[in-house]
């Protein structure tokens, strides 16, 4: 298995709505990451778990919650979103070591109404 | 402070074109540079630079680093339709376990038929 699987592929939710986003990859990678990308702009990272540990957060707002269950498995919970927060998430995975080629997962296109 | 620029931001050609994307950076401790390739999703991974002059190669693409002139170029020759996409430039800084990705803006390619 070389995928990283992420669902749903689209999620519309209201400002008052808790939703989860998952991730999965069974790459046998130990470093996973949580990116948000707006329209014609590069990957934003938002958090990093490193080893199921989290690594980076970077000053990401407490309406995301990120969650890593095992080495295989990561979320981000979402409560109170604004509508400004939609956008394209991304998971992405790497192994450790020097080797840092991150695969990313086809993304959750995250709209708020 | 680190930076990764591309350019150019947008580019037309046509089918059976050559183009070639360029991507330099100024990182302190630059550990190798990432090539993406982004459609209407998920990034996807085409090259992982690390040693200058080396070059990588996968079909019509190819790629290659200097890191003296700090810089990569991304060739593709005989484009074809299904090669539009924007091409991503990343590079990984040698900062430990800190596995934050410095991205440029990336490169809008269109190829008309």
């Known amino acids: 298995d070389t995928e990283v699987t992420q669902t749903p592929k689209h999620l519309v939710m209201g400002m008052t709505n808790k939703k989860s986003l998952k991730c999965e990859q069974h790459?046998?990678?130990?470093?996973m990451y949580w990116y948000k990308q707006k329209a014609k702009k590069p990957p934003e990272l938002m958090f990093v778990y490193s080893y199921e540990k989290l690594s980076i957060n970077e000053s990401v707002p407490s309406r995301f919650s990120p969650e890593c269950p095992n080495s295989s498995l990561l979320n981000l919970h979402l409560h109170a979103l604004q509508p400004e927060d939609s956008a394209l998430y991304l998971c992405?995975?790497?192994?450790?070591?020097?080797?840092?080629?991150?695969?990313f997962g086809p993304g959750t296109r995250l709209t708020v109404l | 402070e680190d930076k990764v620029v591309q350019s150019p931001l947008s580019l037309v050609v046509h089918e059976g074109d050559t183009v070639t994307l360029n991507c330099s950076y100024e990182v302190t401790n630059f550990r190798s540079l990432l090539w993406y390739k982004q459609e209407k999703k998920a990034p996807t991974f085409l090259f992982m630079l690390?040693?200058s002059g080396i070059e990588k190669k996968s079909g019509r693409l190819s790629s290659i680093l200097d890191k003296k002139e700090l810089f990569s170029i991304l060739n593709i020759t005989a484009t074809q339709t299904g090669d539009s996409a924007v091409y991503l430039c990343a590079v990984v800084p040698n900062a430990g376990n800190n596995r934050k990705l410095i991205w440029g803006l990336g490169t809008s390619l269109a190829v008309n038929p």
């Open positions: 790459m046998g990678h130990r470093a």
């Open positions: 690390t040693s």
């Open positions: 992405a995975s790497t192994t450790t070591g020097n080797n840092n080629e991150q695969f």
